[in-house]
């Protein structure tokens, strides 16, 4: 019974006061009832290489999960595959050489968009002991992933610069990912030389190859690793997309951050099977700025630039050089979201 204030009578009141109570209780009840939310399966494709630290971590530090993401990190033997997984849609994202990217647009007349940059690529130009210079390599093979995309295309200028021309001093091996490079370079002798990134560059120089010098010292930036999707998946999973490259970033902000130098050398180690030796020169090479992982996976617009120059000149075609032509194949407004959750 109700007083005239319009309260509890004095009994009753216990019963009122119970109620919100009781209520919350409910609500309690019904929200540890209710099915978590499944994470969003993304399939991811790179390749296995010193450069894959901030998918391990991502994976080990709950970096992705924490943004209800379940990423299937899937390994490529070739970019050639793994442009046709991701052409195909057994991919959604890829993480390597961007110029890839370009080709799939250019070429392939495939509609992929570059979301984000990633590092400058590590890349160095081995070759045989017994090859002393650039002229030595005439008449033989240069080992590479594809014959016209990334880093093949850097081979083919570097050695124009030295006045050897592909198909007429020297032949394009293709044999795929940075694993197999190697092995063909230890395999046969005539596999004279081959653009190497980490580890494989150093584990090249400790079998007896050396260093011919960086294509970034002989061609200046270069944007090499990056993120990107196709175009229409991107815009219909924005939101799972800027995850996704928020996670990036904070597993890569975790590896080069001097705290935890001791645990990223460790990851090295047990993923890559390196020697400790190779894991903390790898890690600091990485580090380098111009030479190992951007800050924050910032796309170097200089360096893409570059990208599309060389594409250009080697392949042949017309350089793009407006704003409007380059979005054509960038779009930073994902990352733009992704660096906002980051600081959130």
Same mark, same amino acid.
């Given at each position: 019974?109700?007083?005239?204030?319009?309260?509890?009578?004095?009994?009753?009141?216990?019963?009122?006061?119970? /109620?919100? *109570?009781?209520?919350?209780?409910?609500?309690?009840?019904?929200? &540890?009832? !209710?099915?978590? +939310?499944?994470? #969003? %399966? =993304?399939?991811?494709?790179?390749?296995?290489?010193?450069?894959?630290?901030?998918?391990?971590?991502?994976?080990?530090?709950?970096?992705?999960?924490?943004?209800?993401?379940?990423?299937?990190?899937?390994?490529?033997?070739?970019?050639?595959?793994?442009?046709?997984?991701?052409?195909?849609?057994?991919?959604?994202?890829?993480?390597?050489?961007?110029?890839?990217?370009?080709?799939?647009?250019?070429?392939?007349?495939?509609?992929?968009?570059?979301?984000?940059?990633?590092?400058?690529?590590?890349?160095?130009?081995?070759?045989?002991?017994?090859?002393?210079?650039?002229?030595? /390599?005439? *008449?033989?093979?240069?080992?590479?992933?594809?014959?016209?995309? &990334?880093? !093949?295309?850097? +081979?083919?200028? #570097? %050695? =124009?610069?030295?006045?050897?021309?592909?198909?007429?001093?020297?032949?394009?091996?293709?044999?795929?990912?940075?694993?197999?490079?190697?092995?063909?370079?230890?395999?046969?002798?005539?596999?004279?030389?081959?653009?190497?990134?980490?580890?494989?560059?150093?584990?090249?120089?400790?079998?007896?190859?050396?260093?011919?010098?960086?294509?970034?010292?002989?061609?200046?930036?270069?944007?090499?690793?990056?993120?990107?999707?196709?175009?229409?998946?991107?815009?219909?999973?924005?939101?799972?997309?800027?995850?996704?490259?928020?996670?990036?970033?904070?597993?890569?902000?975790?590896?080069?951050?001097?705290?935890?130098?001791?645990?990223?050398?460790?990851?090295?180690?047990?993923?890559?099977?390196?020697?400790?030796?190779?894991?903390?020169?790898?890690?600091?090479?990485?580090?380098?700025?111009?030479?190992?992982?951007?800050?924050?996976?910032?796309?170097?617009?200089?360096?893409?630039?570059?990208?599309?120059?060389?594409?250009?000149?080697?392949?042949?075609?017309?350089?793009?050089?407006?704003?409007?032509?380059?979005?054509?194949?960038?779009?930073?407004?994902?990352?733009?979201?992704?660096?906002?959750?980051?600081?959130?």
């Amino acid at each position: 019974m109700n007083n005239d204030r319009g309260g509890c009578d004095p009994v009753p009141i216990l019963r009122c006061l119970a /109620l919100p *109570g009781a209520l919350l209780l409910g609500f309690w009840a019904l929200a &540890a009832a !209710a099915p978590a +939310a499944e994470p #969003i %399966l =993304l399939h991811v494709n790179t390749f296995r290489s010193a450069r894959s630290l901030p998918f391990y971590v991502a994976a080990d530090r709950g970096f992705f999960a924490k943004r209800g993401l379940n990423v299937v990190l899937e390994f490529t033997e070739s970019s050639e595959r793994q442009r046709s997984g991701l052409a195909d849609g057994s991919t959604d994202i890829v993480d390597s050489a961007v110029d890839n990217a370009v080709a799939m647009i250019d070429v392939a007349k495939v509609d992929v968009v570059v979301v984000s940059g990633g590092d400058s690529g590590t890349n160095e130009f081995y070759v045989q002991d017994s090859v002393r210079d650039f002229a030595d /390599l005439r *008449g033989h093979a240069i080992v590479v992933d594809a014959t016209n995309t &990334a880093y !093949a295309l850097q +081979a083919r200028k #570097i %050695l =124009l610069q030295h006045g050897l021309k592909d198909g007429a001093d020297y032949t394009l091996n293709p044999v795929g990912n940075g694993t197999r490079r190697l092995q063909a370079l230890h395999a046969d002798k005539n596999n004279a030389g081959a653009i190497l990134n980490l580890p494989f560059s150093l584990e090249a120089e400790a079998s007896g190859l050396h260093s011919l010098g960086r294509p970034t010292d002989m061609l200046g930036p270069y944007q090499a690793g990056g993120n990107y999707a196709r175009r229409a998946w991107a815009r219909d999973n924005a939101g799972a997309l800027e995850n996704y490259l928020a996670g990036f970033v904070e597993a890569l902000r975790w590896s080069l951050d001097p705290q935890n130098h001791a645990a990223a050398v460790a990851i090295l180690v047990e993923k890559l099977k390196l020697p400790q030796d190779m894991a903390e020169k790898s890690l600091t090479l990485m580090s380098e700025p111009g030479f190992g992982f951007a800050h924050d996976a910032a796309l170097d617009l200089a360096g893409f630039k570059n990208v599309l120059a060389l594409r250009a000149e080697v392949e042949g075609g017309k350089t793009p050089e407006t704003s409007a032509e380059l979005q054509r194949y960038i779009d930073l407004s994902y990352y733009d979201h992704a660096m906002k959750l980051v600081k959130e």
